[in-house]
């Protein structure tokens, strides 16, 4: 009769290491009591999504609030699906949000004692564990083909009972040894399937850092943990790899919540301790045509992908910070109390975590965006648009490097004060909000019309702008510039004063804030703009008069 650790041997012929071994070569960390080893666990399928993104940013900062350390393991079991260069890609990416690791997969390179953290170079590791698991019978291999899983899928959706390979259904469970070694040797194809204990009407209880402790079914299937092709499946190597890696906290997507019976059995079937688990809320956003939340979409959503932030040319720190305040219901008012000057000290806990989906509000986004790049002075700025410009926008690039200053003190309008201008959120649309400043935007202004208020006639507007370039000086602080405005205005009959005007508005033209409004719009096109003052001091006076002349003369025809 054959023996378990005759077919452990038959099917791992050259595996001569043990578990011990393994314990050995991948010891306990020296750590700090209280130190939390967490990491990120990408596969090379794609691009980053912003779950992604929020998972490795909290893992980050567990291990860099405790002490820890946090490391990248890249698992590339599931072949079919790798995308080539993904994994790279991935690295480049978190290291812009500054999710940086301490050790694991580096792209091209490795750094730590644990490794090595690409999954599919870690076979003879696997090998191990399950030869050990098959020498106890705790596994087994499994023959049956693609069809015979069909059938058996069909049979149980006929009775409808649950889906799967388990009890009575396991067919090749109750193989004899002798039967397994002679198919083996016959080279008949083979999966290896762990033989669970666990009765699905059972309840186990388990603790989630963010749910707090709740029951669950237990297992029952004997899923598959190593695949024809010779690399384990998802379970298993979790399982295998969070115990050698050392990992305390597993903090991973809450689509993994139903699998928790499957991993806790495997630790329990090795003698393991498991880690701790922190399942995330999926992010969640309000559906513009419906109202309701849905899950962030790849296929729908941009901002499902952190590279719609980089291309945008929104500051990674502001998708952080914003993230942040979704991770934790307490981090907005701190940030908002520490005047957005970064998080380091600011404590995550699990348990300030919402259960009910973590909703993304573009517009809430948008404000700490805004707020964050308010904080720099117009080199900085005008520096961060440059970098931007350079990868990604080559006519803000060109508009820029055309005159670098004219664009900074642009950039400088109410800038370097005590309650700054927070007019951009990202440099994508930059050229939007002060195009025109430059010709071909404010030649666009002119096309689509100038916003003058109707109470106007055009003898009226001439001669008011008439005035103002004959008499207006820019040579002058803002507080002198503005009592030249309105003595230019009383000459006009525009009320100096507000409430004279409010009181008999039929003695006047208007009052000051018409005149003012009526350069505003002559110089910038629009009714809205950053102070006047400074933006006729940027624009200079000769382009002032130059517009002002464009406009009387489209204003006289
Ligand atoms: N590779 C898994 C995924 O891409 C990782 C899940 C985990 O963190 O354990 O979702």
């Not at 694991?104 to 564990?129: D, F, H, M, T």
């Not at 379970?235 to 890696?245: K, L, Q, T, Y």
């Not at 927070?422 to 649309?429: L, P, R």
């Amino acid at each position: 009769m054959i023996t378990n650790k005759q077919l452990a041997d038959l099917i791992f012929p050259n595996i001569a290491e043990t578990i011990d071994d393994l314990e050995k070569r991948y010891p306990p960390r020296n750590l700090p009591a209280g130190a939390e080893v967490t990491r990120f666990a990408p596969s090379p399928t794609g691009f980053l999504h912003t779950g992604s993104l929020f998972t490795s940013m909290i893992c980050r900062k567990v291990a860099t609030q405790s002490n820890g350390v946090f490391y990248i393991r890249l698992e590339d079991t599931d072949t079919k699906r790798e995308i080539a260069g993904s994994g790279e890609q991935l690295l480049d990416q978190l290291h812009i949000f500054d999710v940086n690791p301490d050790e694991g997969y580096l792209g091209n390179a490795e750094k730590g004692q644990y490794g090595p953290y690409i999954q599919s170079k870690r076979a003879s590791i696997y090998c191990v564990v399950i030869k050990h698991l098959l020498e106890e019978g705790k596994a087994y291999p499994c023959f049956c083909s693609a069809q015979d899983l069909e059938a058996l899928r069909n049979e149980q959706e006929r009775q409808k009972l649950n889906p799967g390979y388990y009890g009575e259904f396991a067919k090749c469970r109750n193989l004899t040894n002798d039967e397994k070694y002679e198919k083996i040797k016959n080279g008949e194809k083979f999966v290896i399937r762990f033989r669970s204990s666990g009765n699905h009407e059972n309840k186990i209880k388990v603790s989630d850092l963010v749910r707090g402790d709740f029951e669950i079914a237990e297992n029952d299937q004997d899923i598959v943990i190593y695949k024809s092709d010779g690399l384990p499946t998802y379970h298993f190597a979790h399982v295998v790899d969070d115990h050698f890696m050392r990992t305390t906290t597993v903090i991973r997507g809450e689509e993994w919540v139903a699998s928790l019976p499957i991993h806790v059995e495997l630790f329990a079937a090795l003698g393991w301790q498991a880690p701790h688990y922190a399942h995330l809320p999926v992010i969640m956003k309000v559906d513009e045509e419906t109202g309701n939340k849905r899950k962030l979409s790849k296929r729908k959503d941009r901002e499902a992908a952190v590279s719609y932030f980089i291309e945008d040319g929104y500051l990674p720190k502001a998708l952080i910070m914003y993230l942040m305040t979704i991770a934790n219901s307490n981090f907005e008012e701190w940030i908002l109390n520490n005047n957005f000057e970064g998080m380091e000290n600011f404590i995550f806990s699990f348990k300030k975590m919402s259960l009910d989906g973590a909703l993304f509000d573009m517009g809430k986004f948008n404000f700490f965006a805004r707020e964050l790049l308010a904080k720099f002075n117009k080199n900085e700025i005008t520096e961060l648009a440059l970098d931007y410009a350079k990868k990604y926008n080559d006519k803000l690039y060109q508009t820029i490097k055309n005159n670098q200053k004219y664009f900074s003190d642009i950039m400088n309008i109410d800038r370097e004060k005590a309650n700054p201008r927070k007019d951009y959120e990202k440099f994508s649309n930059i050229l939007d909000i002060i195009g025109y400043f430059y010709e071909d935007g404010y030649n666009a202004a002119l096309e689509a019309g100038l916003p003058f208020n109707e109470k106007f006639s055009k003898e009226d507007l001439v001669s008011a702008l008439s005035a103002i370039k004959e008499k207006l000086s820019i040579d002058q602080d803002e507080q002198s510039w503005f009592n030249n405005l309105k003595e230019i205005g009383t000459a006009l009959n525009f009320a100096a004063n507000n409430k004279e005007y409010k009181a008999n508005p039929e003695l006047f033209k208007g009052n000051i804030g018409d005149l003012a409004e009526i350069l505003r719009i002559t110089l910038t096109g629009r009714k809205n703009a950053p102070n006047l003052y400074s933006v006729m001091v940027v624009l200079g006076i000769e382009e002032s008069h130059k517009r002002i002349d464009r406009v009387i003369s489209l204003l006289k025809n």
